[in-house]
């Protein structure tokens, strides 16, 4: 094995390392199915593995994880075999807290475009210019989304 493969598999070996457990909830928070996530965390990382590119920094990497995650959710949701089948059994997210565990249900709840900014608002800590770019829409997109999920979250948690 050459240097630059070595180096390259260490840098991919790196990135799973890094980014397995981001990747993960991202699949969560879009198909609740550990089958489903599992699937999909595979071919994440697989195209990792084939991207020819190197990464400006860590956090362009961490972006293109996330497009890439994002992407294959819904590539999945759109398949034809998803569409002609129904579930055996959804998996849940659980935390220690009770309170966590309703806000994260009805994040889990909410339309897929407010789900997407609100978990990386929230949980994974983007910017609102960051999440525009990472979403690939406008900041005041990003801006109307995020009022729009907290103001449904707020009347379901109200009730």
Request: charged fraction near 35%.
């Amino acid at each position: 094995m050459d240097k630059t493969e070595q180096d390259r598999n260490e840098r991919i070996v790196g990135a799973i390392e890094k980014y397995a457990d981001m990747v993960r909830r991202i699949c969560y928070v879009h198909l609740k199915n550990s089958s489903d996530v599992e699937d999909i965390f595979q071919d994440v990382f697989l195209q990792l593995i084939r991207y020819e590119m190197r990464f400006d920094s860590d956090a362009h990497e961490k972006a293109w994880l996330i497009r890439v995650t994002i992407n294959k959710c819904k590539d999945l949701h759109k398949s034809f075999f998803r569409s002609r089948v129904c579930p055996l059994d959804d998996t849940e997210l659980t935390f220690e807290d009770e309170t966590e565990n309703e806000v994260m249900h009805e994040i889990l709840a909410l339309p897929q475009k407010f789900k997407n900014v609100m978990y990386l608002y929230y949980y994974e800590g983007y910017s609102v210019p960051e999440l525009s770019k990472i979403l690939q829409i406008n900041e005041n997109t990003v801006y109307s989304q995020l009022h729009r999920a907290r103001r449904i979250l707020k009347e379901k948690l109200e009730l």
